[in-house]
């Protein structure tokens, strides 16, 4: 029971473990000192026949403006006592309280009820040595070379052609002049690259490409199907004027030593093939502690007894629901509509659990993230995005983004924590 100098005291139920209900009384004479104050800003500022502002007598003004006061006054009382009472008690409510069975009369104690949602109180189970399958990890020869082959199809020049026309595989500067056969307007002049032969052209495209050379233009006709992929020529016949302005080819270079040292600190192309190696090993290494630490946190998740705050579950809801959105097509059904909805609080009930899991792991084992921490994954992430640092930081800072980024790297080393503390079998 909280007793703020007698003027605001409050009891606490709960209803639920992710409730809390609290009857709030706040004392006539706190109400009264309220109800005065409003008056006399009322009093200060309302222009009655008469009398010049503020002149006007109280009780004309009160007599007046009753309803609008006596609103006003609770406006100002209810979050003010539910603030107090709320850090009285020592809760910290998620999601927007609801008030209820408010009691108002004039010269006695103001009373209501406020609903809020709380984070429940939870037993972690057991967390250490948390059996889980030995993962070997191994390369092939085959994913070796892959990614060698990879490499060098990255190193590829792109050469201008000179003496013959188009062949297969060549990178072809195109020039398109369209007229709509039926309509018999002309479509906007486009020039676009184009991969002569690529399986995803237009057959017709591709035989008019062969052989042709720069500064010949040549005539074909195509006829789209009504469930084209680009709409404005669904359903269309089209006849096609093409120019060819240039014509590259793409060199892959050979594998070998001189390859290897052009790549970079490669002394021969055994060195850099060691190296492909390596990282693909660390990759696979990496992706193994990825998969126990999703195998052991998900089987921690399914152990939990916990009971979520509604409103936590919605608010997380609509935001995958939101990640979705992009991929799904328009005019869904809505018997679709609401089964995603379903998957949504599904996911958002689990994302929750694994969050809420790992934080009190991380407060138990006395994880923390340093500042350099922070900075070090800032670094990261400007890498792996292909961003400027400068420009990156600037929007992490508008945006507010650098406890969020805490926020992640500590569920990070809980995950962590659980793979260096699990046992393999």
Do not use: C
Request: net charge neutral; charged share 35%; aromatic share 6%.
């Amino acid at each position: 029971m909280n007793d703020k100098a007698e003027t605001i005291t409050s009891r606490v139920g709960s209803p639920s473990p992710s409730k809390r209900e609290l009857e709030i009384e706040v004392s006539a004479e706190e109400v009264a000192k309220e109800w005065d104050k409003v008056l006399l800003e009322y009093a200060s500022r309302v222009r009655l026949d008469g009398f010049r502002r503020g002149k006007a007598p109280r009780d004309m003004v009160k007599r007046l403006f009753y309803p609008d006061i006596k609103d006003a006054v609770i406006e100002n009382l209810v979050p003010r006592a539910l603030r107090e009472s709320l850090r009285a008690e020592n809760i910290s409510p998620v999601g927007t309280p609801v008030i209820r069975e408010v009691v108002f009369l004039e010269g006695q104690p103001f009373r209501f009820k406020a609903v809020v949602e709380v984070l429940p109180g939870f037993e972690l189970p057991p967390y250490t040595k948390i059996r889980v399958p030995k993962k070997e990890v191994k390369v092939e020869e085959e994913e070796v070379a892959r990614s060698l082959e990879e490499l060098r199809q990255k190193s590829a020049e792109y050469v201008p052609v000179e003496g013959r026309g188009v062949v297969d595989g060549d990178y072809v500067v195109v020039e398109w002049k369209g007229k709509d056969l039926k309509t018999k307007r002309f479509l906007p002049t486009e020039k676009t690259l184009v991969l002569a032969g690529h399986a995803d052209n237009e057959k017709t495209l591709n035989d008019s490409l062969r052989g042709i050379r720069p500064g010949e233009t040549r005539k074909f006709v195509i006829s789209y199907p009504r469930d084209h992929a680009q709409k404005r020529l669904a359903g269309r016949e089209i006849e096609y004027d093409i120019a060819v302005s240039s014509i590259k080819e793409k060199r892959v270079p050979e594998l070998s030593d001189e390859w290897a040292k052009d790549l970079g600190e490669y002394e021969s192309l055994a060195v850099l093939t060691q190296k492909v190696r390596q990282e693909l090993e660390k990759a696979k290494q990496e992706a193994s502690r990825r998969e126990i630490g999703e195998e052991v946190v998900k089987g921690l998740v399914e152990k939990l007894q916990l009971e979520l705050p509604q409103s936590l579950v919605d608010e997380e809801a609509v935001a995958i629901l939101r990640s979705w959105a992009t991929q799904l097509p328009a005019g869904l059904p809505s018997s679709q509509v609401e089964e995603l909805k379903e998957k949504a609080r599904e996911k958002a009930r689990e994302n929750l659990k694994t969050s809420l899991l790992l934080q009190k792991i991380a407060h138990r084992e006395k994880l923390a993230v340093g500042d350099e921490e922070i900075e070090e994954e800032i670094k990261a992430l400007a890498r792996r995005n292909n961003v400027p640092l400068a420009q990156l930081v600037e929007k992490i800072n508008q945006e507010g983004k650098r406890e969020e980024i805490r926020s992640s790297l500590l569920l990070r080393k809980a995950i962590d924590f659980l793979v260096e503390n699990a046992v393999n079998y």
